[in-house]
């Protein structure tokens, strides 16, 4: 059976199967439980996988320190993609203003201050501040999920305002991060053609702002810091990246003071499956009823 790869269309069918539910606002719908239940296994086979990597579990809230996000040099590169978390610190005579305007539907922006928290902006940076200091000769490797936020509306299914990474990050000396970084990417190929999906990977550079930025993007390129996995989603000459390796050599262990014991600047690299891509990829590629899947498929998911 040909698969029909169209935004639009796969849109509308995660729609009609009651994948997910609409809210009006683009790149921000509810997931429902079948959707849910696909990521819960896929999840769950990453698990089995890295089980024998001894990975530290964490788990974050999907908002970061605004004092962490300033210090990450994040808004140097991607200003368009961040979320700030504004609130309302006012007098009782500013939330008569506030209401009487939102009900006049009035702009209300001036009556709100930048609180102490932005939403997470990637599933890593959480993790950093938490290294500070002297890692074991053999580093360290942490295993996270977090919801991540991207000014990114769109009515593409894949390109998501809010959603959930998976994510592995590891610390340590250029050789141990390099090893480990290398392993993952054969190791995230070979996971998910096993599901079925032609997968394959390619260097890949971050959507970095403006003109800058297009440089910064062709160095990355060149210096092959940053790797997808792509899978054909809601096209088959562009394929979506389900899965993202990013090697940061010192960038974090000098801004958070990450040491190897040999007193050198430690390395980190990490590396992020999209969860509700890589479930989009498997809809879209064996169809959107899941016990209609191949068997070994299912096998992996449901074993
Ligand atoms: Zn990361």
Not at 177 to 203: H, T, Y
Request: charged letters at 25%; proline letters at 7%.
């Amino acid at each position: 059976m040909a698969i029909t790869y169209s935004s639009q269309d796969l849109y509308d069918e995660l729609v009609r199967h009651k994948l997910i539910i609409p809210v009006g606002v683009p790149g921000a719908f509810g997931r429902g439980a079948v959707f849910e239940d696909v990521l819960a296994r896929f999840n769950d086979l990453v698990t089995r996988l890295a089980k024998n990597d001894g990975a530290e579990v964490m788990a974050f809230p999907p908002i970061l320190d605004r004092q962490v996000f300033e210090k990450s040099e994040y808004l140097d590169s991607f200003p368009q993609l961040a979320g700030t978390v504004f609130s309302f610190y006012g007098t009782d005579l500013q939330h008569k203003e506030l209401s009487q305007r939102i009900h006049d539907k009035k702009p209300w922006e001036d009556l709100q201050k930048m609180t102490g928290v932005v939403l997470t902006p990637a599933a890593c940076y959480p993790v950093y501040p938490s290294f500070t200091g002297t890692v074991p000769a053999e580093g360290r490797l942490v295993d996270m999920q977090n919801w991540v936020f991207r000014h990114e509306p769109s009515p593409e299914p894949t390109r998501m305002q809010a959603f959930r990474v998976r994510e592995f990050v590891r610390v340590g000396s250029p050789d141990a991060v390099i090893d480990w970084r290398n392993m993952w990417l054969a190791r995230g190929v070979e996971l998910l053609s096993s599901l079925g999906l032609p997968a394959k990977s390619d260097v890949a550079a971050d959507p970095f702002f403006g003109r800058g930025g297009r440089m910064l993007a062709a160095s990355q390129k060149e210096q092959k810091l940053k790797f997808e996995v792509l899978v054909p989603v809601i096209s088959e000459d562009k394929p979506t990246a389900v899965c993202s390796f990013n090697y940061h050599q010192e960038h974090f262990g000098k801004i958070f003071e990450i040491n190897t014991p040999d007193g050198a600047i430690a390395q980190t690299a990490c590396l992020g499956f999209g969860m509700e891509r890589v479930v989009m990829a498997l809809f879209r590629t064996h169809g959107f009823v899941p016990t209609e899947w191949p068997k070994h498929v299912r096998e992996q998911l449901w074993p």
